[in-house]
């Protein structure tokens, strides 16, 4: 039976640096202090935790549960809860099996750029931002002039990405075992690396101007929709919840484990990792900008224009260690994206596969590295970029909001979330009590319904995404595209027999 030989979590503590390990990413590097700056500093710190507290964390509770409960991934979860569900937990695997193919591609670039720090390759000195935009575009990604335009492919980046999926393939072949040991150092290693970071970044002059930019409050921004937008978008990418991974990895979890605490410290260790990495980043921003004399919002950056540009221009004017500080900053984004990576190909698509169609874990973690190193191909063409764009927003914004919302909708109207209340409760240290049902049925759909009207589909339906222009298609319409033919064949998968029906 499944059950007898479903892999298990070794202990508490590794189950735990797993989850924490998934939730960290680029993110919180790269999203966070940004945010943080742009939306009223201090203020935006209020309303990030109000967002944890509200929606994230009883979020990854009802998704570490609902796994636990089950013992099965996201659609074996819906599945029990009724057969015409299935398919929104295989919506959800479509999500995660797209992310982690240009999840995968930032991690090539990331190692590339781990090796060019030795010589810092993009050249030094003055040039600032501008010499390093020129080898992140020209260089690293030989871009095209849009993504009508594939061009061809960029082979270190190829090479690359093949290096980081056979390094995942034997991460992940002998499952949660071998995962949850390597998960220790992907949440270890990027914290040590950031206070090394900091503590650079804190000896440069012009720190404490950027800190101060990061940190500053701007109370009135608490009435505007856009702090509310950008704390609760963040909520929701930041934890990994959305994206099938977590109900899987909590049905590794061993019965009698407590499920309340760790969602708890889960979301806290996350949301601390992001805070601290924003003192890490904004002190180099700080020092960036008074060493090229200018205020620090002119360098102020987020998305892969701060790791790929504007950081390795701030190391590029570093009196000393540049090259060192260059290295370790991106085997920090390495290790981050890694922990995220095996989360998502493993608890996000391995597992659920196996879940309904049984096979052995060899091969069907083989067969999940292999498809999806085949799709992230494009991503390494001279056009990639545009395309990790568009899929991105297609996915992880909208694929983990709407199938979020969704589970939400089902989980909480059409059964009964005092079912998992109480399978919780009955191992868990702390109770929640109903206002968790609360919040399931009413707090988290509302709130990601605004998120998605607010910040998306009131900006993508007007206009195309990023003015993209595909022959007939526009950005958005990929968008749509991708989002509706998932959900096509998530309804497929749906209707599939599982190995039950079938017979083995
Ligand atoms: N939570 C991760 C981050 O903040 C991102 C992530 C997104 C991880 C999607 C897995 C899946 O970077």
Redesign the pocket.
Known sequence: MAELTRERWTSRTTFLFAAIG???????IW??PYLAYDNGGGAFLVAWIIGLLALGIPWLLMEFGMGRMFQRGAPGVFASIGKKWEWLGWWAVFV?FL??TY?TVIIAWSLRYAISSVTMAWGTGEEGAAGTADFFFGDILQLSGGPGELGGIVWLTLGMLALVWIVLFFIMYKGANVIGRVAVFVVTIPWIILVALLVRGLTLPGAVDGLNFYLSPDWSALLTGDIWFAALSQIA????VG?A?MYAYGSFIAKKADVNNNAFITGFA?NATSFFAGFAVFSTLGFLASALNVPVPEVAASGLGLAFITYPAGISMMPAGGAFIGVLFFLCLVF??LG??F??AHG?VSAPLRDKFGGGLTKVTALVCLAAFLVGIVFTTQGGLYWLDMIDRAV?FYG?LITGALSCIVIGWFWKPKLLRDHVNETSDFKIGVWWEWIIKLVLPVGIIFVLIYGGFMVDIPEAYEGYQIGPLNGSHVVWIVLVVTLILSFVLGRLKTRKEGGE
Do not use: D, E
């Open positions: 998934s939730a960290i990413g680029l993110g919180n999203r966070f995660a992310i982690v999840y990418f930041t934890l990994s994206m991974g996350n981050l994206g995220s990576a989360f998502l996000g992880a983990l």
